[in-house]
């Protein structure tokens, strides 16, 4: 019996999509691949050794095509070279900034308390940012946010969405640990004179960046980057603007992992959805589906 193949081609394409937006140049093939094929397909290795080598994306998430520009949309799209120059040239600023705040005492009490400056993590052009309040103690140790049980929960967060870790940048508002008296225990709350103050970095972090969207995490974050304290329950779901960028507010991992209920997690799972649909990649039922209640029998 001949089966319709055109929902498995579907499904393939649509993953194969998956894998192109996500920055991934090649996939492994089982032997006895070309059997599958017609004999008139460019895919056949004579017919692909014929075509003309296409270059790389530049980068995983960076590659997807920008079909409404929210930063600085250039009149006439730029070549590879010209968007690897600019993906060296972000990568270096990022690096200049890095090291320039890896000194600072602006805040000498955070200054003389953290191991070392968190400045923060991922793709230079990436196309998402996620946006924390501060390290932990974790994170201080490591030098690099979101790496305990709330960065590995943001981490699946990130892959639910059909991304990896390195496809997005993360960075905290405030970029050293909170101080606490000697010997006490957990992390605190950073202040919003501390964020007040370390704001320009994330701000000098963003405009190098360029990201499409941007999702803070938690209220904390929220109100060291717009002033908001009206609480996250009140403000997510729907984007704010932050320097000309779509911003939306959602719970912080922590919470989650605090309050596992299954409520939350979908209100935080439709907040992904809408950045996904901002970013145009591509949605599942299955992914559409993620964390509703089950219907009862
Ligand atoms: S928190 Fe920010 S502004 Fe304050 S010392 Fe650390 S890097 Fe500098």
């Not at 230079?124 to 030098?143: C, I, K, Q, W, Y």
């Not at 997510?236 to 507010?249: D, E, K, M, V, Y």
């Not at 959602?250 to 970013?279: A, C, G, I």
Request: a positive charge; one cysteine or more.
């Amino acid at each position: 019996m001949q089966t319709d193949p055109e929902p498995l081609r579907t499904a393939l394409l649509a993953y194969v999509e998956v894998l192109r937006r996500t920055g991934r140049r090649s996939i492994r093939l089982a032997p006895g691949w070309q059997q599958g094929l017609r004999p008139d397909s460019p895919f056949l290795p004579e017919a692909a050794s014929q075509m003309p080598p296409v270059a790389p994306p530049p980068s995983a998430l960076a590659s997807l095509p920008s079909r409404q520009p929210i930063a600085s949309p250039s009149p006439t799209p730029p070549t590879q070279a010209e968007g690897a120059a600019d993906g060296e040239e972000r990568a270096a600023r990022l690096r200049e900034l890095r090291e320039k705040t890896s000194g600072c005492r602006r805040c000498p009490h955070l200054a003389s308390f953290r191991s070392q400056v968190v400045f923060g993590i991922g793709n230079p052009h990436a196309r998402l940012l996620f946006a924390g309040e501060a390290p932990g103690a974790e994170e201080d140790r490591l030098g690099e946010p979101f790496v305990g049980p709330a960065g590995k929960l943001l981490t699946r967060m990130i892959q639910a969405m059909g991304l990896e870790r390195e496809d997005v940048y993360i960075a905290n508002v405030l970029k050293c640990r909170p101080d606490l008296p000697p010997g006490t225990p957990g992390n605190r709350k950073p202040t919003p004179e501390e964020m007040g103050t370390c704001l320009p970095y994330l701000r000098e972090q963003i405009t190098i960046i360029e990201p499409e969207a941007i999702v803070a995490l938690g209220a904390t974050a929220l109100e060291g980057l717009t002033g908001l304290r009206k609480g996250i329950s009140t403000l997510r779901g729907s984007f704010l603007n932050f320097q000309g960028i779509p911003l939306l507010p959602t719970f912080h991992p922590s919470y989650l992992l605090h309050n596992p209920s299954l409520k939350l997690k979908r209100q935080v799972w439709e907040d992904l959805l809408l950045v996904m649909e901002r970013l145009h990649l591509p949605i599942s039922a299955r992914q559409r589906g993620f964390f509703l209640a089950k219907s009862q029998p």
